[in-house]
């Protein structure tokens, strides 16, 4: 039971590049979400998933995009990267929506240069 | 709008004394509080929550406090160890069902 895993770990961009982000998580959950963590400011919502098929927006959606063609998967897509998204980025998965436990990755920390 | 806020943003403690962090949130419908540690390079876990029809609630070192009718909520931590430290975030969970975290509390234990 590997829990949430992400890939890469790190990463870096040049401006304008596109890159997705993998997340998965074998826990049978079918919350999932993006964070992005920025010094000062927390954990930021970017996406979310309700289950398979389903998405939406969080706080933050502006330059990334998202599916959910499996209950295991949620991969994260940078259009068009910037060097406002130099970050670190969070998957996380849960059984209800807001009710119980989240459990994070180990996160991937995106240089855009 | 929905919204958490985390006080203090550093904390620094010397080992065995306690550490509190406070919350307060803006949704007086949110229902579920959770407090993560993040230890470097990791992502957050769960270290205790409390649900909106409980006051308190303690697990070995750690405590959790709510007054709902102040809408806020503090993490207690005792006899402070030097594992202890890492950044600390609340959460709430408002009528939308979305975990919203506040800022996130550096705290260091001093050996």
């Known amino acids: 039971n590997a829990g949430v895993t992400q890939t890469p770990k790190f990463q870096v961009l040049k401006t304008g590049q596109s890159m997705t982000l993998q997340c998965a998580q074998d826990?049978?959950?079918?919350?999932m979400s993006w964070y992005r963590q920025d010094p000062g400011m927390g954990l930021r919502l970017i996406h979310y998933s309700v289950g398979a098929g389903i998405t939406d927006q969080g706080e933050v959606p502006n330059g990334y995009n998202v599916s959910r063609s499996t209950t295991e998967d949620f991969p994260l897509r940078l259009l068009s990267a910037a060097p406002s998204q130099t970050s670190v980025y969070f998957c996380?998965?849960?059984?209800?929506?807001?009710?119980?436990?989240?459990?994070f990755g180990q996160g991937t920390r995106l240089t855009v240069v | 709008g929905e919204n958490v806020e985390q006080h203090p943003s550093t904390l620094s403690v010397q080992e065995g004394d306690s550490a509190v962090i406070k919350c307060t949130y803006s949704d007086s419908a949110s229902n579920y509080f959770p407090w993560y540690k993040q230890e470097l390079g990791k992502g957050p876990q769960l270290i205790i929550d409390i649900r909106s029809n409980v006051g308190e609630k303690k697990d070995q070192r750690i405590a959790v406090t709510l007054n709902k009718t102040a809408k806020h909520f503090s993490l207690h931590i005792t006899e402070t160890q030097p594992e202890d430290s890492a950044v600390y975030f609340c959460a709430a969970t408002p009528r939308t069902y979305k975990y919203i975290f506040g800022t996130g509390t550096r705290l260091k234990v001093l050996a």
């Open positions: 996380a998965s849960s059984r209800d929506r807001g009710k119980t436990e989240a459990f």
């Open positions: 826990m049978n959950h079918e919350y």
